[in-house]
């Protein structure tokens, strides 16, 4: 059963912006960190950003000023506003939770920014 599932992928055009949201599809309790990982093409899959139940937030510096993360603790959803996307930007983004010393994530939701 898919735990975590992710929508808002796409295709868009350079300097376009899309919004990524992910939410459980199970009871999740005690989620410390909910976050967004992408993985680009023939590269390993890396921190886009995450954010702390007390609102900590940190960004991978190709993204900082342009990604946006937000998350809504009572709908155990996240978000992730990506403006003045780049073609680099273009990858499978997946969506991360830690709750309880385990790890869930989402199967993934492609994004891809043409130029």
């Known amino acids: 059963q898919e735990q975590l599932v992710e929508s808002g992928g796409g295709l868009v055009q350079a300097g376009g912006s899309l919004r990524l949201s992910c939410a459980a599809s199970?009871?999740?309790?005690?989620?410390?960190?909910m976050g967004w990982y992408r993985q680009v093409p023939d590269k390993q899959r890396e921190l886009a950003a995450t954010i702390t139940g007390g609102g900590s937030i940190n960004y991978a510096d190709s993204v900082k000023g342009r990604f946006t993360i937000s998350r809504d603790n009572d709908k155990n959803t996240v978000y992730l506003q990506m403006n003045s996307l780049k073609p680099e930007d273009t990858g499978v983004y997946y969506c991360?939770?830690?709750?309880?010393?385990?790890?869930?994530w989402g199967k993934g939701t492609l994004v891809t920014v043409s130029s």
């Open positions: 199970v009871s999740i309790f005690g989620i410390t960190v």
């Open positions: 991360y939770f830690y709750a309880n010393f385990v790890g869930y």
